[in-house]
């Protein structure tokens, strides 16, 4: 769920010893290339005691697309969550998650950027694919989650509603 919830703008409450503090969900997990010894930011002592979700704005599409090799309990090979609001035929506010792809869910902001302000159209839809897998660095065995990235990115993105 953390990749949704990341594409909602979730944050979370974190409560221990010292207090309590709120974080942004996208900010709670930590890259082993940052510290290979943990996976969150929580301290010794602390616990995640709640997720925050602010409401949705209006016109807001949003989901989560999962590809798998079996059945819907099969970890994703690549998933993608979003949450992408259309005004006046442009999108005008986009958040896209992928999942199954890195350590920790990996927000597309470059594609974001892209988009935001654009016709969603074949044309761009086809653009945000190719940045989603620009620079992408596949380990040994898994070369196959590129496509399967660009090709979940366009089936997102061409069946998000026009306003």
Do not use: C
């Amino acid at each position: 769920t953390a990749p949704a919830l990341i594409a909602l703008d979730a944050k979370v409450r974190i409560a221990g010893p010292k207090g309590a503090r709120v974080v942004p969900l996208e900010q709670f997990y930590v890259l082993p290339e940052k510290d290979a010894t943990r996976e969150t930011v929580l301290e010794p002592g602390e616990i995640l005691a709640g997720v925050l979700v602010p409401p949705a704005p209006a016109g807001q599409a949003s989901g989560y697309r999962k590809v798998r090799a079996r059945g819907s309990w099969d970890f994703a090979m690549a998933g993608l969550a979003h949450a992408i609001s259309v005004k006046a035929g442009k999108v005008a506010s986009a958040r896209l998650v992928l999942s199954g792809v890195a350590p920790v869910p990996w927000r597309l902001q470059a594609v974001e950027k892209l988009l935001v302000g654009q016709k969603l159209d074949a044309k761009l839809v086809a653009r945000a694919a190719d940045a989603a897998v620009a620079g992408a660095k596949p380990l040994e065995h898994n070369g196959y989650k590129v496509p399967l990235v660009r090709g979940v990115v366009e089936d997102v993105l061409g069946a998000v509603p026009a306003a």
